[in-house]
C-alpha cells in the first residue's frame, strides 16, 4: 500500500509558475515510475509528466519544455515544476504510482492559472 499527498497548488497569473509536490507514505526508491495527471472540469483526466527509476522522463506534448518532473528519492517525493503556466494548464493535479500491480493515488491538488 502507497499513500500520496499533493501539495503546491494555488491561483496564479498567467505566465507564472508554481512547484508541486507529491510524498509518499513509504520509500519511492524501487518504484519503476511516478507520474502527474490532470483532469479539467469536463474534460478526461491526462498524463502530464512520469518519471521512471532510472531518470528518464516523459512529458505530454502540451507542456514539454514548460513543465519538469523529478524525483528526491531520500525525501520520498516526486515535484513537478510548472513554469509560464496558461489558462489552459487549470486542473485538478493527481500524483500516481503503481506498484506490485496496483495502482495508487492522490486527492489532488488544484491549479488556477487566471488569464
Known amino acids: 500500500q502507497v499513500q500520496l499527498v499533493e501539495s503546491g497548488g494555488d491561483l496564479v497569473q498567467s505566465g507564472g509558475s508554481l512547484r508541486l509536490s507529491c510524498v509518499a507514505s513509504?520509500?519511492?526508491?524501487?518504484?519503476?515510475?511516478m507520474g502527474w495527471y490532470r483532469q479539467a472540469p469536463g474534460n478526461q483526466r491526462e498524463l502530464v509528466a512520469r518519471?521512471?527509476?532510472?531518470?528518464?522522463?516523459t512529458y505530454a506534448d502540451s507542456v514539454k519544455d514548460r513543465f519538469t518532473i523529478s524525483r528526491d528519492n531520500a525525501k520520498n517525493t516526486v515535484y513537478l515544476q510548472m513554469n509560464s503556466l496558461k489558462s489552459e494548464d487549470t486542473a485538478v493535479y493527481y500524483c500516481r504510482v503503481s506498484d506490485g500491480g496496483m495502482v495508487y493515488w492522490g486527492k489532488g491538488t488544484l491549479v488556477t492559472v487566471s488569464s
Open positions: 518519471i521512471r527509476s532510472g531518470g528518464s522522463t
Open positions: 513509504r520509500s519511492i526508491f524501487g518504484i519503476n515510475a
